[in-house]
């Protein structure tokens, strides 16, 4: 039996265009869809809720939500087997234990205007961080779609050491499904006290730092698929840059979460700034 995707709602604008990328990548997963609302919410926008059911959104109830959210999956594909579940707990609790038995978590990001949009949720950040299947935080406006569009291609961040298979094998998966290439990403900075008087950096520290980075990057993509097309690009400066940055031609960025209940700087930056849906995923030591 295929785990199902499972999506968050509250009814918010961000919480649709999550349901729609859900309902795309469970589509193109070929698993089933569950969408599940926490009635402990603190608070949520039911405006495009109330506007597409023609509702005042004082009235919206959570069946309302799940309905109205199943619907507009099963018109994006008729095919999908949606189900839905109301869950008497705060959203982040309710998501983190569905998420034991799923495949994947998909949230949206908070957003109640242009600036509040490209904040990050406290509900997104908690599951991301607690979850134990990995986690996609949809950010930007890709036609809110998993698959599809101008931005045709996968982004996986490669850090420092040895980077998880489960890491490397959710961004091959993805970019075969999507018939895309996968851009893996090392970002390397050469420190600022070792300058060309060192004695063992003489003329080119940079260079060096930059070659260590191309052989570290090389090294985990040893067992790279042969289905799927890889560039291998190794950029100056920190990743919490370099990584939404690349983001802007990417559908997809895929990143690592090694600690279990927190999410490092680089993650809590790529979540905060990156333009494309982000999926964190729990790297098992």
Not at 76 to 83: A, G, S, Y
Request: hydrophobic share 45%.
């Amino acid at each position: 039996m295929y785990l199902p995707l499972v999506v968050g709602v509250d009814g918010s604008e961000s919480s649709l265009r999550a349901v729609d990328w859900a309902a795309d990548e469970a589509d193109l997963h070929e698993v089933p869809l569950l969408v599940v609302f926490g009635t402990l919410w603190e608070r949520y926008e039911g405006a495009a809720l109330a506007r597409e059911l023609g509702r005042p959104s004082t009235e919206m109830k959570a069946d309302d939500i799940l309905k109205a959210a199943a619907r507009r999956a099963r018109q994006r594909h008729p095919d999908l087997v949606v189900t839905t579940e109301t869950v008497p707990d705060e959203a982040e609790h309710a998501l983190v234990r569905a998420g034991r038995n799923a495949s994947m978590i998909i949230v949206g990001s908070r957003g109640r205007s242009g600036v509040a949009d490209r904040l990050l949720g406290s509900v997104s950040r908690t599951v991301a961080a607690l979850s134990d299947c990995p986690v996609v935080v949809v950010r930007g406006n890709h036609d809110n779609r998993a698959l599809g569009g101008r931005h045709d291609r996968i982004v996986v961040g490669i850090g420092a050491g040895e980077t998880s298979a489960s890491v490397l094998r959710l961004a091959f998966t993805e970019a075969h499904l999507r018939h895309v290439p996968l851009a893996a990403v090392r970002a390397w900075r050469c420190p600022a006290h070792e300058t060309v008087d060192h004695p063992l950096l003489t003329g080119e520290p940079a260079r060096l730092y930059e070659e260590r980075a191309a052989k570290e990057l090389e090294a985990a993509l040893e067992d790279a698929p042969s289905d799927v097309a890889v560039g291998r690009h190794t950029v100056e400066g920190p990743a919490r840059a370099v990584l939404p940055a690349a983001s802007a031609e990417a559908g997809l960025l895929v990143i690592g979460r090694r600690v279990h209940g927190r999410l490092g700087r680089v993650a809590h930056a790529v979540l905060h700034r990156s333009a494309c849906p982000v999926v964190v995923v729990p790297e098992r030591t």
